[in-house]
């Protein structure tokens, strides 16, 4: 099944409000719309990699998919809601991982669980369509194009697209938008 983006940013405010009392789940949302990564290498990611990470930090990852190395960039709203989230813990295990499961002693989350949770996120504010855990990376370009202008190459490198269809669908972008440029007078 092929998921969207969140294309209106009232949207990713009315899902933040509603994962507010739930630090991990807002950390996860926040991370995954404000990186670029895939949910499976953010699941990876344990609390020691990002403790005492500030503004500005590059923390180095292998993406799970293409074994090609990556970064995660900790960007303000990252950081408030990773200190909000670590502030709430407060003990951690060695080596525990960031997004852990209930289950077992330290396992993450699954792509699976992450999956329902974003689809639940979306049910409770009633946005329509098909949504899962690919949607917070999807979302993550949309913005980047429509928010801030930042050219799809950029986002492609951003997101180690060789094919620029593949990037084009990340970005949301539509024929109608297309057609529209067209009309443009040069």
Known sequence: ?????????????????NL??????????????NSGLRVQDLLSLR????????????????EKKTGKANVLIINSEIHTTLKRYLDWKRTFIPREYLFKS????NYPLTTYAVTHYVQ????????IGNYGA?????????????QFGVPWEV????????????????????????????????
């Open 102 to 105: 209930r289950k077992g002693w």
């Open 47 to 62: 609390v020691d990699d990002v403790r005492h990470a500030s503004v500005g930090d590059r923390i180095e990852i292998i």
């Open 1 to 17: 099944m092929k998921v969207q983006p969140i294309t209106d940013i009232r949207d990713i405010k009315r899902i933040k409000k």
């Open 155 to 186: 986002i492609a490198k951003r997101l180690n697209h060789s094919n620029p269809a593949v990037t084009r669908r990340y970005m949301g972008v539509q024929a109608e938008e297309v057609e529209e440029a067209l009309l443009n007078a040069i």
């Open 120 to 127: 639940n996120w979306c049910d409770e504010i009633n946005l």
């Open 20 to 33: 507010k009392d739930s630090p991990r789940n807002l950390l996860l949302f926040v991370m995954g719309i």
């Open 134 to 146: 690919h949607t917070l990376r999807k979302t993550w370009a949309y913005q980047q194009r429509k």
